[in-house]
Every structure is written in structure tokens, then in C-alpha cells.
């Protein structure tokens, strides 16, 4: 065998067969296989050995049907598909890919290729000028991770440090950007991988593992939004969350007995600050074992989410994988009985601490496993609880070494703790989304801090324990965006910081930036300051409920957002990068936090001491959201900065849904939709949905859907044909129009009204002497037309 000291490389080509979409070869030293699964996915596999068995947590998709030609010659195989090219070479195996008219978009680095160092596998592919690479999940640094490493190991990062890596999730997915070209690449493969993006060398990227195949998915597109469609297409989406779970949750570690939860959710109602969620931590146990409620704190659980109930709010509940050794306990009885937890080589059931004390865990890995857990949290749904939160999934334990002899049932395979490890967290949150639809036939609300590729399926994840300090504000922000990126829509972070406490201003702009959040949960750690809204004095109160009522009203608009995540893959919270690839300022340090919620909104995180910000706007025009001013876009503008005010600006051409104010999603908005239209020069669709926001029947067709489309060319908003069963739970319309003039003659088939918008009430003068802060809000037209059914369009 050809082989360079301790480093084997995969060798030439010796052996060639081609199938109808793909070629399985034998190298001096390897074992590979080329398939082609779309247009524009090709999967690339090597082994020292004969290719095992396939399988993947995962992977959901099957190979498509693809158009495929295959040609050879002795020095390399051509294969070519309606959307690329990639090109074997055969001494020695190398791959490159190519757009069809020849530009080259990825190549492995001559000289490298893919090699071995005794278990670890490594791809090296060669830097392209000026290359940029973002995505990978929950990785902390700039949006731009070019001259960085990363490492994959779920870990349970308490605290962490705004550029510590691992964090708790795994994601080996990226995308390349280069000379206006830009590709996917995700690794498929459950050991530690590792990411270099150009550190510590000036030749090449690489990603490697330290043990199993070389098993990657190349993907490329014009366009990164369909890079990350066909990414989720590969590994699944989200399916619809329960409407509750989109509005303001309020946590805290911990909130116990039951009198204190009472007091909250009655404040929050008597403060009239919108909110849909109690989440009880760690404390509502019996001494921290699962399945069960200390009942000295909570005597009567099923009644108290009864009385949580009639008030408009649902409970999450946190559990963690440990079940306590402990004779007695029932769920440690039952587990040994049928032998589900985790073992060492000799048989014997692993042990590790954890906050009930030694304790054992589930395999997650196992069918067997997976359904003994599913029958387990009936018992949350049997006490009124709607909402799991997986917590300590990484597996967290004292002392941070779980043994690597470890042995997963692994679906049958059976692997060491280095191969299960990045997956556990994902399986236990599968088991509990299973588990919960089994007991409830409703849409659970499922939450994780670990997780690996593809978690997107079953639950959403926050980005665990971060802290009361200003850059992990924004530190937040791009952690969501880079989840985003690479699959993950429903997403969200503590709002306010969950280690120490926030100053009065960090924790107003952490709530104005949380309302832009998938999942808008504030929380803080046991021993700090009480952390609701009122905690921090009357101004910030009024400030809170101005953007927690903002998010409310944009329910229907965020609600839309999410399903065209469950379509194409696209986040909630969208970084510039996706619309905006080769713009190169939205990859600089001071514009990398600007984000858009959805399609329409672009928001500006800055840091709450700051008194000024520059905001890089890309192409075409913005509306100030609140004002009302038109700002031309491809320009930098510096704008002030204050306590009250978040900066939101909205895209031309932007159709964004809105509902009346309500106090919680259990009550029903007025009869009343109102449809924002933004003046531009953009042609726009934006999709209305709505569904009854608790059950999977959207899937059989019971759903209501329109495509709303602004036409700039033709002048013209056509409100498309309704799709689906489901009735409208609007029976109105109003249409606002902002920035349309005089000269623009707006023919809805009935008379338009002078109106006026403003989107905050304005915050009190907490000075006796002085008077009240004026209205800030800006004229524009409106109609009020009956919610048809039909197709209808407005000229102007």
C-alpha cells in the first residue's frame, strides 16, 4: 500500500463501476462511492474498508431521480447533471466540481486530497481567492469563519466565553462562498469532526473525523436560500409549532411553589404584558428525579396548569436524561427491569452524577430506549403539562469525562460513546416530540440545548447558558442566524442572560432584540435578581410591553414565517448573507449582527450603552419602521441610538399581516387582518397562512393559504385565490398602504381613507414636572374590504 509515513492517502483509482446515478470504486487504500441525489447534491463516501452498512440520523431523503451523464477516460470520470459537474481524477483520486459552464466551485487540494492519520479522516480542499465560509450551527465568532477552526463534541458549555468552542450542538454543515459562486458541504458522520477554514495555514480548508467514513454531501446553487432549501430537504424540516409556543414564555430557575407561579402569570396579566408560557426548571422535582413533582411545592399539579390554563398560559417543564439509582423509584426500577440504559463493555449499566445524584441513562440510541421513554412522559401530559424542555443532552455529568467504552445500541450497530455521543441529545428530543404527539394528538412544544444535524425535525433549541453582559447580546443574535444558516429555524436565546445580572439598559434591549426571536423566552440562573420586566422599574416595564405587544400583534406575519420554514427549509431569523451573498459589508465585524426577521423586517442589534450605530442597508429602499423615512439602499448610515427603541427597518414592496392586540394566543383578535404594503420597485410574494395552530390536520389539507403578490412592474397587488379547508378566523381586511402619494391612484373598487400608523405607545415622562412623550408614527392610506375568498387585485 502506497502510504507517506504516518499519513495514509486514499491513492489511485485500481477499480471502477458505474450505476445509473453513481460510481462505486476501489483505491490503493480505500473503498468510495460517488452518488448523484438531485441536480445539485452529490454524496461522496471513502473507507479504509468496505463500505458499511448505510445509515444516518440524519439523512431523510432518498436519492431523486436525476438526469445523469457518466463519462471516463483513464485519467479521470466525468459526471454531469442539469445543474453540475464533478470531475473524478483517478491518480490519484481527487474530486472537483464545477458549474456547467466550466467555473470551477470546489476541488480537493492537490497533494492532499483526503488522507489518514491512523482513525482520523480528513478532506482538505483547496482555499479559493478571497473564499468566505459561514454556518455550522451554534458556533460562537464573526458571521465570516474564514482563518478559524471549529470543533464538533456536544458540550455543556455553562457560561461560556463569547469565542469558546465546542458549544452544546453539533451542525457539520457549511457553505463556501467564493467569486460569486457559492456551495454547501455537510458532513455526515457522529464522531468528532473538525472544521479549518484556513487556521494555522494559508493552502487549504479542511473537515475531518476522528473516526468512520468520509461521508459528505457537496450542494450547489446560485443562490444560498436554495443551498439551504435542498440542505433541509436532505435532513428535514420543522413541522408547525404550536401557536402558544410563539409567544413571550417567562422562565426562571426556578420558579416554585406554586403560589410564586400563580403571582407571576397574575402579574403578568394584571400588567397587561402579553405572555403564553410558564416554564418551571430543575426545582419542581422531587429531589431532582424525573417523572415525579415535589409535592410539598406543588401539591396539586394538574389543577395549577388548570388554573394556568384558564388564565391563557401553557407550562414547559425541563427534564434531563439521569435517572437516579435509587431503589424504589419507580422509573429506575422500570429502566433496570428493561434494561435501557447505557453500558459498559462488561454489561454493567453506566453511572455518572448529575444533580439527583449517581444516575443512570436512557439509551436514546435504542428503539427500545426511544419507547420506554415515550410511555415515561405520559406522566407529564397526565399533570397538564404542554411544553418538554431537554436539558443535560450532551450528557452532561459532573466532571465533564464520560468514559469512550461506552456502548450504544446505536439502532442495532452497536458504537462507543465517540460515535453516539453528538447524537444523544437529538434522540432523547426525538423520544420526547414522539412521546408527547403519542399522549396528546396535539403539536408538543419541544425544546433542547444538544443536538446534531437534522434536529430541526423534532424540536427548537436555545443556546444555553449564556451571560448578563452586553456582547453575549449580540453574541446571541449570531448564533441564531448561523443556526439558521444551516437548518435550524426555531431557535432562541435567554433574553436578559441566564449567568449574573443586566444592567436596566442591557435588559430593555435584550427584550426589544428577543421579540425578533423565533422563541421569545426570558430566563436568569437561581441566585441572581428576579428578571421579569417590572423587576427593572417602571420605564423598562413600558418598554417590554411595547415590544412584547409589537409581538403579538406580528403573530400572524411570524406565523406565516414559520411555515415557510416547514416548506423550504428558509429561517425565521435570516442573516444578510442569505440575500446578499457577495456583498461583502455584510461579513464586516460592525454590520455582521444585522439580521432580517422573516422577509420583510431588517433589525440592528447594538449594544445598549452605545449612544450612535452605523447600519450598513443593502440594495434597494428601506422604511424606518417606526417614522415612516425611506433610506436608499448599498449604503452605510449612522443613526442615534436610545434606551426606548430598537432600530427595525422594513424592505420595499414588504406585505407584513397584522392582528389586533391580544393578552395571550388562547384569546381570539379582532375580525380584522391588517395587510401592511410597503411602496417599491421590487416585485415581492409573500404567503399568508393559517391553520388552527394545535394539531397536525394542516397536513390532510386543513389549512387556509394565500399568495399575496406585489407586482411593481404592472402596479398591482393581487390577493391570489384562497387554498386549503380551513376558514379564515379574519373576515376583514384592512389594507394599509405606506409611501404611495397622491399620484398614485389606488383602485381597490371602493373609496381610500387618510389613516395613520404608529407601532409603540409612547413611554411615560417619569419627572412630575413633565408632560407626556409624543405619539412618533407617520400618515398613510387605508381600505377595509371583506376577506374573500376569490382572487382580487388592487391597481395603483
Not at 415535589?294 to 384558564?310: I, V
Not at 450605530?613 to 425611506?630: H, L, S
Request: charged share 20%; proline share 4%.
Amino acid at each position: 500500500m502506497a502510504q507517506h509515513g504516518p499519513v495514509m492517502p486514499v491513492g489511485n483509482i485500481t477499480q471502477v463501476e458505474t450505476q445509473a446515478q453513481s460510481l462505486s470504486f476501489k483505491t490503493e487504500n480505500a473503498y468510495g462511492e460517488i452518488r448523484v441525489y438531485s441536480p445539485s447534491i452529490v454524496r461522496v463516501r471513502l473507507d479504509k474498508k468496505t463500505l458499511a452498512k448505510d445509515f444516518s440520523y440524519a439523512v431523510v431523503m432518498a436519492p431523486q431521480p436525476t438526469k445523469l451523464n457518466i463519462t471516463q477516460n483513464e485519467n479521470e470520470i466525468v459526471l454531469q447533471t442539469d445543474s453540475l459537474k464533478a470531475v473524478v481524477s483517478k491518480k490519484p483520486f481527487a474530486v472537483a466540481f464545477y458549474t456547467l459552464d466550466g467555473k470551477l466551485i470546489n476541488e480537493d487540494e492537490k497533494g492532499l486530497q483526503n488522507s489518514w492519520v491512523a482513525e482520523e479522516v480528513t478532506a482538505y480542499k483547496h482555499m479559493q481567492e478571497g473564499e468566505r465560509f459561514v454556518g455550522l450551527g451554534e458556533k460562537t465568532g464573526n458571521l465570516d469563519r474564514k482563518g478559524n477552526g471549529y470543533t464538533n463534541w456536544n458540550y455543556d458549555a455553562f457560561g461560556y466565553s463569547t469565542g469558546q468552542d465546542p458549544l452544546y450542538s453539533s451542525i457539520p454543515f457549511y457553505i463556501g462562498i467564493h467569486n460569486g459562486l457559492n456551495y454547501g458541504v455537510f458532513l455526515d458522520n457522529t464522531y468528532q469532526t473538525d472544521f479549518n477554514f484556513g487556521a494555522s495555514n494559508n493552502r487549504f480548508s479542511s473537515f475531518s473525523a476522528q473516526g468512520g467514513a468520509l461521508d459528505y454531501y457537496f450542494i450547489y446553487h446560485q443562490k444560498m436560500a436554495d443551498i439551504i432549501t435542498s440542505y433541509t430537504a436532505l435532513t428535514g424540516r420543522m413541522k408547525m409549532p404550536p401557536l402558544w409556543s410563539l409567544g413571550y414564555q417567562q422562565n426562571r430557575y426556578s420558579y416554585y411553589p406554586e403560589t410564586e407561579v400563580m403571582r407571576i402569570a397574575q402579574t403578568l396579566r394584571e400588567k397587561k404584558i402579553p405572555a403564553d408560557g410558564i416554564t418551571l426548571d430543575i426545582h419542581y422535582m422531587d429531589q431532582y428525579k424525573l417523572f415525579t413533582w415535589d409535592k410539598s411545592r406543588f401539591g396539586d399539579p394538574l389543577a395549577m396548569n388548570k388554573k394556568l390554563n384558564a388564565l391563557g398560559f401553557r407550562t414547559t417543564v425541563i427534564v434531563d436524561p439521569g435517572i437516579k439509582v435509587e431503589k424504589g423509584y419507580e422509573a429506575y426500577e422500570d429502566g433496570i427491569k428493561k434494561r435501557i440504559f447505557v453500558k459498559y463493555p462488561d454489561s454493567t449499566d453506566f453511572t455518572a452524577q448529575v444533580w439527583p445524584g449517581w444516575c443512570h441513562f436512557p439509551d436514546f440510541t435504542a428503539v427500545k430506549g426511544r419507547d420506554w421513554w415515550k410511555e415515561k412522559i405520559k406522566f407529564f401530559s397526565n399533570t397538564g403539562v404542554d411544553g418538554i424542555w431537554n436539558d443535560m443532552n450532551e450528557i452532561a455529568s459532573w466532571g465533564q469525562k464520560m468514559p469512550s467504552n461506552i456502548i450504544f445500541n446505536y439502532e442495532g450497530a452497536l458504537a462507543s460513546h465517540k460515535q453516539a455521543h453528538n447524537v444523544y441529545g437529538m434522540q432523547m428530543a426525538r423520544a420526547s416530540f414522539e412521546g408527547a404527539i403519542a399522549a396528546t394528538n396535539k403539536r408538543p412544544f419541544n425544546l433542547t440545548r444538544a443536538g446534531y444535524a437534522g434536529l430541526q425535525r423534532y424540536t427548537a433549541i436555545w443556546t444555553g447558558d449564556n451571560r448578563s453582559e452586553e456582547d453575549h447580546m449580540l453574541l446571541g443574535v449570531r448564533l441564531m442566524s448561523s443556526l439558521g444558516l444551516s437548518g435550524v429555524a426555531f431557535t432562541g436565546m435567554d433574553i436578559g442572560g441566564f449567568t449574573g445580572n443586566p444592567s436596566v439598559s442591557l435588559y430593555a434591549r435584550w427584550i426589544q432584540i428577543g421579540a425578533f426571536n423565533p422563541y421569545f423566552r426570558n430566563h436568569t440562573a437561581v441566585n441572581t435578581k428576579s428578571s421579569e420586566p417590572w423587576s427593572y422599574g417602571e420605564e423598562v416595564t413600558e418598554i417590554s410591553r411595547n415590544y412584547i405587544n409589537l409581538r403579538y400583534r406580528l403573530l400572524p406575519y411570524l406565523y406565516a414565517t414559520f411555515n415557510q420554514a416547514v416548506t423550504t427549509g428558509l429561517p425565521v431569523v435570516r442573516s444578510l448573507a442569505i440575500d446578499n451573498t457577495f456583498e461583502p459589508k455584510v461579513y464586516d465585524t460592525q454590520f455582521q449582527n444585522q439580521f432580517l426577521f422573516g422577509p420583510a423586517f431588517l433589525v440592528a442589534p447594538f449594544e445598549s450603552n452605545k449612544n450612535y450605530g452605523n447600519i450598513f442597508f443593502p440594495k434597494g429602499k428601506w422604511y424606518n419602521f417606526y417614522t415612516g423615512e425611506v433610506i436608499e439602499g448599498h449604503t452605510e448610515k449612522v443613526i442615534g441610538l436610545t434606551m426606548q427603541k430598537l432600530p427595525v427597518f422594513v424592505k420595499e414592496s414588504s406585505i407584513i399581516p397584522m392582528q389586533s392586540l391580544v393578552q395571550t394566543t388562547a384569546e381570539k383578535p379582532t375580525d380584522t387582518l391588517v395587510i401592511h404594503i410597503y411602496k417599491g420597485d421590487s416585485n415581492n410574494s409573500f404567503n399568508y397562512y393559517e391553520d388552527d395552530g394545535e394539531s397536525y390536520n394542516y397536513e390532510k389539507g386543513d389549512f387556509y393559504q394565500r399568495n399575496i403578490v406585489y407586482d411593481a412592474v404592472k402596479k398591482q397587488i393581487v390577493f391570489h385565490k384562497v387554498e386549503g379547508k380551513y376558514k379564515s378566523k379574519f373576515t376583514k381586511l384592512k389594507i394599509v398602504f405606506h409611501g404611495f402619494n397622491i399620484a398614485d391612484k389606488i383602485n381597490v373598487g371602493k373609496a381610500v381613507q387618510d389613516d395613520f400608523v404608529s407601532f409603540l405607545t409612547p413611554i411615560s415622562r417619569f419627572d412630575p414636572q413633565g408632560t407626556a412623550n409624543s405619539v412618533e408614527g407617520y400618515k398613510v392610506k387605508s381600505v377595509v374590504v371583506e376577506n374573500v375568498d376569490k382572487q382580487f387585485e388592487i391597481k395603483y
